[in-house]
């Protein structure tokens, strides 16, 4: 069986760890230190990319914030991209399937 525990807490933890592990294997650009995690937000599901670790990365990323915004939808794991360095919001993007009519 691939997940170790029984409990729901711990399956849905071990489900977002390898959600987020897939994610950053296809997203080459982005920098090993940027924090990544989900929420919900204003009923949309949210993936924050926190560069507080890596600050001198964010601009950068977002340059190829395309690209990111195109995985993320192609894996369905966000309405929302949003940048950020700590607190900060930096920028956001929505992710919806008409960005991507010419890929």
Not at 33 to 50: A, G, M, P, S, Y
Request: aromatic fraction near 8%; include cysteine.
């Amino acid at each position: 069986m691939l997940f170790k525990n029984d409990s729901r807490e711990n399956l849905s933890a071990e489900l977002e760890e390898l959600v987020i592990k897939r994610f950053r294997e296809l997203t080459t650009i982005l920098p090993r230190k940027c924090l990544v995690f989900r929420k919900i937000k204003n009923r949309e599901i949210v993936l924050t990319l926190d560069f507080s670790r890596c600050r001198q990365e964010v601009s950068k990323t977002m340059e190829e914030s395309v690209k990111l915004t195109f995985i993320v939808h192609k894996l369905r794991l966000a309405e929302v991209l949003e940048f950020k360095i700590n607190r900060d919001l930096i920028g956001w993007t929505n992710v919806t399937k008409s960005d991507y009519s010419t890929f």
